[in-house]
């Protein structure tokens, strides 16, 4: 009996010291990623489309609990692997300080979770706890690129599929990109409108009644991946319905209570084709089961938790190593100077010339929606003239200052076929030779619309550099934000019409003396690499 009792108080004294370093350890992470943690709930709260993020933690805890009788039977072997793991992470925090972009340290936050995770239980309970720590990707907001991205395609969808229900009601209209013409209105399918602020909660929901769902393997993936379509299809559905009832009775019907009361509505129509998809699945089976009994929402009470027998409980030395790590990224991170961002000085585009050399230009403005959406800092929009040219030159240049949360530049390649434009043709070149300046190459590309055409130059403009990929922009971001402290950068755009059998020669020439007489005056409005604060 007395070695018994030896026995089960050194196994309670590894208990509570195991316990002490993950709460120590929980508290030094909580520490470091909490700008991180407020910039993601200041997303939830200011996005609709992420307006459930709150609940996916108590989620991810009710998905925990359900384990944790298993977790506490089972044999912990912690790992070295999350020491690695954790050092990862903590890198990954740095990296994502110094760039500026909080997309990085999320996904460290999470995978610093997983770290401390198999500190404790090890791969095992890593593996049980997987869905656990999978659900709480779904509560890490999307880089605004792809987010724009996603949003545009899911307009221009969502608009086809709208104007084909309109069309079965024996309903006159025509499509342009994301506008729906009835002729005495015109709706347009804005970014609200894409179907996103159903899509990310559905797929949550949906991950999480897959896990749930105690069944055969393609169905559970069957129930979450059909969380896209249904969006899609009811979100499309919910935009005709909008454009029969503006027939009828008018614009008054696509506002308000209405618009409102037609979101809720849908979302509970995808809730219930979820619903009727799992009554589907299981209609032949002859198990005596229902559909919802097959949703286990089961989960153990205290009182069965200490009835659980523990398993044995390795050496705690890979969970102190992984705790000593974060202890001593604590004052690491207070001394890492890279919360404040450099801001480089620069004139504002109210200044950049309308009259220079044969060229005389009008501003215009962006409407405040659509400003709203763009997030930008400054702006240059406006149609110049050339003497003895009726051919107009559209300029376009969106300047962000910084480009660290939430804002980021929009590429023509996604928003022209918003308008209903085509490309038609995209390539790079280069005019440097014709304006006697080295290195600046442009995507060059054209568009169309019916009988229209268009030709358009564009390139994305940073810190001194110009791309033409996107791709490569976000890369040198990513990249400047370590060394210069720097995510400033600006998107310039050109259009010009081409007339109808018109030559495609004449229209570069036109953009080439354009950007000849106006490209060296936009040094003075996006900042180069090297400039005063």
Request: proline share 3%; glycine share 8%.
């Amino acid at each position: 009996m007395q070695s018994v009792s030896s026995e089960s108080t050194a196994a309670g004294g590894t208990g509570y010291r195991a316990l002490l370093m993950l709460f120590v350890s929980i508290g030094s992470l909580g520490f470091i990623f909490t700008n991180s943690l407020l910039e993601m709930e200041y997303r939830w709260s200011s996005m609709e489309q992420y307006s459930y993020g709150y609940m996916v933690p108590i989620v991810a805890l009710f998905l925990l609990w359900q384990k944790i009788g298993a977790i506490k039977a089972m044999d912990w072997q912690p790992t070295w692997w999350s020491f690695g793991l954790m050092t990862l992470a903590l890198s990954g925090w740095c990296l994502g300080e110094l760039s500026s972009l909080f997309i990085i340290v999320h996904y460290s936050f999470l995978l610093a979770v997983i770290a401390l995770t198999m500190a404790v239980t090890g791969w095992r309970g890593a593996l049980l706890l997987w869905a656990a720590l999978v659900y709480l990707v779904f509560m890490i907001p999307l880089p605004s690129f792809i987010l724009n991205q996603l949003s545009t395609e899911l307009q221009l969808i969502s608009t086809q599929i709208g104007v084909a229900v309109i069309r079965l009601m024996d309903i006159s209209v025509f499509a342009e990109g994301n506008v729906i013409d009835l002729g005495n209105y015109q709706l347009q399918v804005v970014e609200a409108c894409s179907g996103l602020n159903y899509l990310f909660p559905l797929m949550s929901f949906g991950f999480l009644i897959a896990v749930l769902y105690e069944g055969r393997l393609w169905h559970r993936w069957l129930i979450f991946l059909a969380t896209i379509p249904i969006t899609v299809l009811m979100n499309s559905l919910r935009i005709g319905i909008i454009g029969v009832t503006v027939e009828y009775w008018g614009i008054e019907a696509a506002e308000g209570f209405l618009h409102s009361f037609e979101g809720w509505f849908v979302f509970m129509a995808c809730l219930a084709l979820l619903t009727l998809l799992i009554w589907a699945l299981n209609i032949r089976n002859t198990d005596g089961h229902s559909a919802l009994h097959r949703i286990n929402l089961l989960y153990p009470s205290l009182a069965e938790i200490k009835l659980v027998s523990s398993g044995t409980r390795a050496t705690n030395r890979t969970l102190m190593a992984t705790m000593i790590l974060c202890v001593l990224a604590v004052p690491a991170s207070m001394t890492l100077v890279t919360s404040e961002e450099i801001v480089p000085k620069r004139e504002l585009f109210s200044q950049f010339p309308l009259i220079k050399g044969n060229w005389v230009g009008q501003g215009d403005i962006i409407e405040e929606r659509v400003l709203d959406k763009l997030l930008l800092s400054d702006y240059i929009l406006a149609d110049y003239h050339r003497s003895g040219d009726v051919m107009p030159i559209n300029l376009y240049v969106a300047y962000y200052g910084s480009q660290r949360t939430g804002a980021a530049i929009h590429s023509p390649r996604s928003c022209i076929p918003g308008g209903g434009w085509e490309i038609t043709d995209l390539k790079q070149i280069e005019v440097s030779n014709a304006l006697g300046m080295e290195g600046l190459f442009v995507n060059r590309t054209i568009i169309q619309l019916g009988d229209q055409r268009q030709l358009v130059y564009y390139w994305f403009q940073q810190r001194g550099r110009t791309f033409t990929s996107e791709y490569m922009a976000k890369w040198y971001l990513f990249q400047d934000g370590i060394t210069m402290a720097r995510s400033d950068g600006a998107l310039v755009r050109l259009i010009t019409p081409i007339p109808p059998n018109g030559d495609e020669a004449a229209a570069d020439e036109r953009l080439q003396e354009f950007l000849r007489e106006f490209h060296p005056e936009l040094a003075r409005f996006i900042p180069g690499g090297n400039v005063g604060l």
